[in-house]
């Protein structure tokens, strides 16, 4: 509630795509009497953040939406945050020789330590170039790798070129990969520093010393499944670099060592990381059964790659 309360004033509608089963909650809120620019879309089960995304989207779009802004439910925009984003695309139409933007992005605070987030750079830059590049610009930005989609607003145009999201990824690396593609169409991806959004990553966040104090988000097993997963896929479907998949592969490596060594659920853990990275190399997706180990397809829009 407190996400709808902060973004109301700031854009022109709301669409709450409602991803729990029948009778969930939200039904009874009466969401429209409270937010007269709301629109309340319930599928009526969990079919995974891309399925729910791309429907928003696509009604969003039948609404004549000039963008569209992503938000998960736990994150709070900064008051401004979105009139940021907008004049950070708008100040982005006149660097010189640049691509296109697919999407720009806030900053996030992590709503349990206040640690602000640092986005990774498209190529590897060093501190003092980007500090350079900063000091010369009002409008602070970074041309990033990937961003994550709570926050992200993307152009309308962007979604014919671009398409949606997988939704047979279900969760896990589904805005990772639609921003690879966005950046092989030839658009590029900003960070805006100036813009902020109040996000929580993880389930939980773990304090761990390697070389330094480093804090760790870890989600429930069964998202491990889905993470190893689909880092295959991604980087099967050819749009990273060597550099890039590299990347990914190394995150899957040390997530395996934390959980060997700090995790006090670890067989849970490398149960479902495992069984992701075979059902990654053996080309297999949808929504996982926790009980049977089984996957059964999810829903496939308009919006979806390939349609």
Not at 10 to 23: C, E, F, H, T, Y
Not at 180 to 193: D, I, S, T
Not at 227 to 255: D, E, K
Request: hydrophobic share 45%; charged share 15%; with cysteine.
């Amino acid at each position: 509630m407190a996400l709808l309360h902060a973004l109301q004033p700031q854009v022109a509608r709301l669409i709450v795509v409602d991803n729990a089963p029948v009778g969930s909650a939200l039904s009874e809120w009466h969401l429209g009497g409270m937010f007269p620019n709301l629109k309340l879309l319930q599928l009526g089960g969990n079919q995974g953040i891309a399925s729910a995304q791309n429907r928003g989207i696509a009604l969003a779009l039948e609404g004549g939406a000039s963008h569209v802004l992503l938000c998960d439910q736990d994150s709070i925009p900064e008051p401004d945050m979105v009139a940021r984003l907008l004049e950070g695309l708008a100040v982005c139409v006149y660097d010189t020789g640049a691509m296109p933007v697919a999407a720009i992005s806030p900053a996030t605070i992590d709503r349990r330590t206040g640690r602000v987030s640092t986005f990774i750079p498209s190529e590897r830059q060093s501190a003092s170039v980007i500090a350079d590049a900063h000091a010369a610009n009002p409008c602070p930005r970074v041309d990033a790798g990937f961003l994550i989609a709570s926050g992200m607003l993307i152009p309308a145009a962007v979604w014919a070129t671009v398409g949606g999201l997988r939704s047979e990824f279900f969760i896990d690396h589904v805005d990772t990969e639609w921003c690879f593609r966005a950046r092989a169409a030839g658009y590029r991806l900003v960070g805006l520093e100036q813009a902020l959004l109040h996000h929580s990553l993880g389930d939980e966040i773990q304090k761990v010393w390697f070389l330094r104090e480093r804090h760790v988000a870890t989600h429930a097993p069964l998202r491990d499944y889905y993470m190893a997963r689909n880092t295959l896929a991604m980087i099967g479907a050819g749009h990273l670099s060597l550099a890039w998949s590299a990347h990914f592969l190394w995150r899957i490596v040390q997530f395996l060592g934390f959980y060997v060594l700090l995790s006090s659920h670890k067989r849970q853990h490398l149960k479902m990381l495992f069984l992701g990275l075979l059902h990654g190399l053996r080309g297999i997706h949808g929504k996982l059964n926790p009980e049977t180990l089984q996957t059964e397809p999810v829903p496939r829009s308009a919006l979806d790659p390939g349609q």
